[in-house]
Structures are given as structure tokens and as C-alpha cells.
């Protein structure tokens, strides 16, 4: 089973849109992170923002913010007042704490397109 | 700040051939990783090294090597390259003793096995 879920392939959002990216994971660990990271068309990671497992609010970082739902092990990005550079490929990532490999696993990610 | 710094950028090699990915950080990271990027299959661990002098094998090692060189430097092997390793990789690190800590990535190799 995939550790990591992303669901939406693609998705094409207006500009100033709000744009909400989807994540869902499978752990058995109780202690664990969430990542997101940014890929632009140039290549790079970019590191967005991280959620503990054990945070108890929401992680926010300028326009981005998580919404984090323990229960349904969801760990949704959202991006507030979308801009044409937000156009990318956006990977969610878990570290999980109880051991075994290190690293972070990735999901497949969603590429994003910011429509004028 | 160089950060994570990966050669060479681009290279070709031909299905038999061998060569080494090279790997340098600058920020004092006991960590540090190879990953491997596919089309539609998002970013997968090769191997890993938690700290000098130790190497661990991550979800696709077969086919790779590496070398932890020092606390700096972290090395990919191809003995025998073949087409299934025609891929993006990417090197990164991060400081293991805060377990919120980010992996910072380089710019990647993109390499073509024929």
C-alpha cells in the first residue's frame, strides 16, 4: 500500500484563487511529520512547510498552510491568493519517527498550473 | 551559501558503462541521501547514510553503490549502468538531531542510460 496518496494528477487553478492540494498517508506510527515541497519547472525541491504529528495547530507559512486532519490522516496544502510562479510540481512527504529507514517517503505528486 | 551541490548536472552513458554521482553539502549535516525521480512515480530513496561511516540501503538500491567519503561528501555508483536507470537524481541532506528538520536538496543529475 502507498504510504503517500495524492490523488489529483493535475490541476489547473485561476490566478488570486485559493488552490487546495491533497494528501492522505498510512502510518501506524503515532509520532511522525508531514512535508511539502515545491518543484518548479527548473528542477529544484523547495521546502514549503512541515506538521508534526503531535503539533496541535495547523502549520502555516506565509500563503501556504496545512490542513491537518489526524483522524482521516490528511495533510492538505493550501495555497492562499494563487500567483503565476506558484505554477509547479507539489510533493507531500512523511518521515516516520518509530524507525525504520530513513528519509522521507514522497507521494507522486500534483503539478499545478496557475491560470492569467 | 553553495548548500547541497551535485556533478555533474547531465551525462550519458552507455548500457554497460559505470560511473559515480557526486555529492557535496556545506551546512554540517550528519544526513544525507540519494533519490531517484521518474515520471509519475514522485521521488524514491536509493540509499542513505545517517551518519559518517554508515550506509544504508533505501526502497530501490539495487544496481547502486555509494560512499559516505566524510562528513561532507556522499557518492552514487553505477557499476552497470542500464536503461531502467535512466532517471533524475537527487542528492540531500539534513541535521538528523532535530527530527523536524527538512531535507535540503541539490539541483539534481539527469541521466540518460542508451
Known amino acids: 500500500a502507498q504510504k503517500i496518496t495524492q490523488t489529483q494528477p493535475g490541476m489547473f487553478v485561476q490566478e488570486k484563487e485559493a488552490v487546495t492540494l491533497d494528501c492522505t498517508y498510512d502510518?501506524?506510527?503515532?509520532?511522525?511529520?508531514l512535508f511539502w515541497y515545491k518543484q518548479p519547472s527548473s528542477g529544484e525541491m523547495i521546502f514549503l512547510i512541515y506538521?508534526?504529528?503531535?503539533?496541535?495547530q495547523n502549520a502555516t507559512e506565509g500563503r501556504y498552510s496545512l490542513n491537518f486532519q489526524k483522524a482521516r490522516k490528511s495533510a492538505n496544502l493550501v495555497i492562499s491568493a494563487s500567483q503565476l510562479g506558484d505554477s509547479a510540481m507539489y510533493f507531500c512527504?512523511?518521515?516516520?519517527f518509530g524507525g525504520g529507514a530513513d528519509g522521507l517517503t514522497f507521494g507522486k505528486g500534483t503539478h499545478l498550473i496557475i491560470q492569467p | 551559501n553553495a548548500g547541497v551541490t551535485q556533478t555533474p548536472k547531465f551525462q550519458v552513458l552507455k548500457t554497460g558503462q559505470s560511473m559515480t554521482l557526486q555529492c557535496a553539502q556545506d551546512?554540517?549535516?550528519?544526513?544525507m541521501y540519494w533519490y531517484r525521480q521518474d515520471p509519475g512515480m514522485g521521488l524514491r530513496l536509493i540509499y542513505y547514510?545517517?551518519?559518517?561511516?554508515?550506509?544504508d540501503k533505501g526502497e530501490v538500491p539495487n544496481g547502486y553503490n555509494v560512499s559516505r567519503l566524510n562528513k561532507r561528501e556522499f557518492s552514487l555508483r553505477l557499476e552497470s549502468a542500464a536503461p531502467s536507470q535512466t532517471s533524475v537524481y537527487f542528492c540531500?541532506?539534513?541535521?538528523?538531531?532535530?527530527?523536524?528538520?527538512?531535507?535540503?536538496f541539490g539541483n539534481g543529475t539527469r541521466l540518460t542510460v542508451t
Open positions: 540531500a541532506s539534513r541535521l538528523k538531531v532535530v527530527g523536524n528538520s527538512p531535507l535540503h
Open positions: 502510518t501506524s506510527d503515532q509520532s511522525y511529520g
Open positions: 506538521q508534526g504529528s503531535y503539533d496541535e
Open positions: 512527504a512523511m518521515r516516520e
Open positions: 551546512m554540517n549535516h550528519n544526513s
Open positions: 547514510s545517517a551518519s559518517e561511516g554508515t550506509t
